[in-house]
């Protein structure tokens, strides 16, 4: 995957995007942040299922963190699944020790990042999914790396 370009994906169903995220989970190293946006109910959760498939967690474990703020899955690598939706304030990361998520070995995935964005100060990738006009389960998923730009 040409990660600076970024890289466009269609998915017709829940299983295509299931399969769109497992072959984006092969360009993840250890450390990495994955942020997924798109609005409620487009797929974000069933993205993630994909990448822990991909590093051999059980699908199932995969819920959408709501009142836990963030689940751990343990399978080839480890996942830290953050959902931000009902944050109030960045303070509320903090409480939960946000920061040293992100310097560990494990991927951080996070829906609804926005609270987080200021923490965020390294590459990361950035993955959205959008509602298409080709039926209820159409979907276009666009991936790519974003960088933090230092001024030369
Ligand atoms: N192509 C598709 N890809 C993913 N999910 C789909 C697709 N088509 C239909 N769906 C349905 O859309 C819903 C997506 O739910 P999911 O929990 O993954 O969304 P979400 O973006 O994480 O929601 P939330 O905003 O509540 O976190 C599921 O009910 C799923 O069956
Ligand atoms: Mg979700």
Request: aromatic share 16%; proline share 5%.
């Given at each position: 995957m040409d990660s600076s370009l970024g890289h466009n994906f269609f998915s017709s169903s829940v299983e295509q995007t299931i399969d769109i995220a497992k072959?984006?989970?092969?360009?993840l190293q250890p450390?990495?942040?994955?942020?997924?946006?798109?609005g409620l109910g487009v797929g974000k959760t069933h993205f993630t299922k994909g990448l822990a498939a991909y590093f051999k967690i059980k699908q199932e474990q995969v819920q959408s963190p709501t009142y836990a703020v963030v689940h751990e899955y343990v399978g080839q690598i480890?996942?830290?699944h953050f959902d931000l939706y009902r944050l109030k304030s960045p303070s509320e990361l903090q409480e939960i020790g946000f920061e040293e998520y992100l310097y560990k070995e494990g991927i951080c995935i996070i829906e609804?990042?926005?609270l987080a964005l200021s923490f965020v100060s390294d590459d990361w990738w950035v993955v959205d999914i959008e509602r298409s006009n080709n039926g209820p389960e159409s979907r276009a998923i666009h991936v790519r790396k974003k960088q933090t730009y230092v001024p030369g």
């Open positions: 072959e984006f989970a092969q360009s450390n990495d942040v994955v942020i997924i946006q798109g480890t996942l830290y609804w990042p926005e």
